[in-house]
Every structure is written in structure tokens, then in C-alpha cells.
């Protein structure tokens, strides 16, 4: 069965740094696509940052390209999301996600349980 339990959130200040990260659990992800998504209150959920678990090619949101950089550790089967330059509409509930990087879908992937960031202004 396969887990992916993130961490890192927190009450931060605007123009604070943060790091997430994801353990992945139950399996190897070298043939997915991790990514990275939010959601603040009332909103929909939103992708924020993505790569392929080879470390090739990544995707950011235009709100967070320059902010946010999303790296993995194959050793210790975790994907990270580092913020900096922090803003308050980066509050949200943060999901990790994988998918198959070949015909596979997020809605039809794995999901993380969500780490809450607060960021105050």
C-alpha cells in the first residue's frame, strides 16, 4: 500500500522561509510524476510545483515560479517543496500527489494527507 505522509507546515511570517517534505512509503515512485498542490479555504484545489520522480523537468504555477523549487531524495524516497519569499496567499493546505508519469492521472493517483501553512502578514 502505498503512503505519502507530508510535514514541514507551520505559522510563518511574510517573506519566511518554509520547507515540506514527502515520504513516500510501500513502493518505489521511479516511474511517476510527483506533484506538489494546494488548497486555501474556500477555493479549489490548485497544482503548485511538479516533477518526474528522475529529477527531469519540472512545472511551477506562475504564482510561485521563482518562490517555490520542488527537488526529491531517491535515498530516502522523499520529495521536498521549499518556499521562500513567503506570502500571505500562500496560506493553503498543501498536498503531495504522484501519478503514473505515463496515462496516469492525479484524481486516479496517490495523495498525502495535507500539511496546513500559514503565512501572516
Known amino acids: 500500500q502505498v503512503q505519502l505522509v507530508e510535514s514541514g507546515g507551520g505559522l510563518v511570517q511574510a517573506g519566511d522561509s518554509l520547507r515540506l517534505s514527502c515520504v513516500v512509503s510501500g513502493r518505489t515512485l521511479s516511474n511517476y510524476y510527483m506533484g506538489w498542490f494546494r488548497q486555501a479555504p474556500g477555493k479549489e484545489r490548485t497544482s503548485v510545483a511538479g516533477?518526474?520522480?528522475?529529477?527531469?523537468?519540472?512545472d511551477y504555477a506562475g504564482s510561485v515560479k521563482g518562490r517555490f523549487t520542488v527537488s526529491r531524495d531517491n535515498v530516502k524516497n522523499t520529495v521536498y517543496l521549499q518556499m521562500s519569499s513567503l506570502k500571505p496567499e500562500d496560506t493553503a493546505v498543501y498536498y503531495c500527489?504522484?501519478?503514473?508519469?505515463?496515462?496516469?492521472?492525479?484524481?486516479?493517483?496517490?495523495w498525502g494527507q495535507g500539511t496546513q501553512v500559514t503565512v501572516s502578514s
Open positions: 500527489a504522484a501519478r503514473r508519469a505515463v496515462g496516469g492521472t492525479f484524481p486516479n493517483g496517490y
Open positions: 516533477m518526474n520522480w528522475s529529477g527531469i523537468g519540472t
